[in-house]
């Protein structure tokens, strides 16, 4: 279900309030919020989460968790995105965890390449373990 923001640049917890209730998802059900923009305004609202996830790719840079430390602060995961593409990119993934790690000591990390499959398994089961009552 897509909710437009209007003109704002973020989702906020009202909006998805109401896109709840139009959905009724099942007793049980897995919700995904996906806040699409910049890695500024998302990181600052809360949205009755029960986890957050960052998505970064290797094609955007290992500098992203200092150049946007609030997401990576408000975050429980990070996902960097696009391994298959490490040979071909600068992106050093040890240093992107280091720099996000400054920021937020209990980060968790999973390389995953959604092309390829590769680190798929790791998210799922991050999924499964956080959905279990």
Known sequence: ??????KGCH????????ALKKLRPEEGALLFIENVG????????DLGEGAR?????VTEG????IKYPDMFH?????????IDLLPYVQFDV???????????????????SA??????????EWLRERASP
Request: proline share 3%.
């Open 94 to 112: 040890e240093k992107a965890k280091e720099y996000a790690r400054r920021v937020n000591h209990n980060l968790e990390f999973i390389e995953l």
């Open 115 to 124: 092309t390829s499959g590769e680190g798929m398994e790791a998210w799922y």
């Open 38 to 45: 910049n890695l500024v305004c998302p990181s600052l609202f």
């Open 74 to 82: 408000s975050s429980n995961l990070c996902i960097i995105n696009k």
């Open 11 to 18: 989702l906020d917890s009202d909006m998805v309030n109401k």
């Open 62 to 65: 290992d500098d992203k968790p």
């Open 53 to 57: 996830v960052v998505i970064i790719s």
């Open 1 to 6: 279900m897509q909710i437009n923001t209007g």
